[in-house]
């Protein structure tokens, strides 16, 4: 994929940039440059990789995050919470309508 200089300029307009033809086509190029890579990375087989939960761990898998246990640690206070809240509703808070 790549883009041509009406691309980027429609781009700038609707980003509300103001840009010049050479700051556009500067910017032309670092976009297609970006893609470039984009479709050069999307070209590697990557069948078989196991994902990684930090990069360190392909380097030395005694380092890598070990993840707890997704367990419910804290009790339910949303009474608590709300009691001093001016107005609740099934357990959500109330406020003023702001957009008529």
């Known amino acids: 994929m790549s883009l041509a200089l009406s691309d980027v300029k429609r781009i700038a307009n609707l980003s509300r940039l103001e840009l010049t033809d ?3 086509e500067q910017t032309l190029d670092k976009l297609n440059g ?3 890579l ?4 999307k070209a590697v087989d990557t069948s078989g ?8 761990a392909a380097i030395e898998p005694a380092l ?11 009790t339910n206070r949303r009474e608590d919470y709300q009691r001093p809240a001016p107005a609740t509703q099934d357990g959500l808070y109330l406020v003023p309508k702001v957009i008529e």
Request: overall charge negative; proline content about 7%.
């Open 38 to 41: 984009v479709e050069q990375m």
């Open 34 to 36: 970006i893609f470039a």
């Open 22 to 24: 050479a700051q556009a």
């Open 49 to 56: 990789v196991e994902p990684l939960s930090h990069p360190i």
């Open 64 to 74: 890598a995050l070990r993840l707890r246990e997704d367990a419910v640690t804290e």
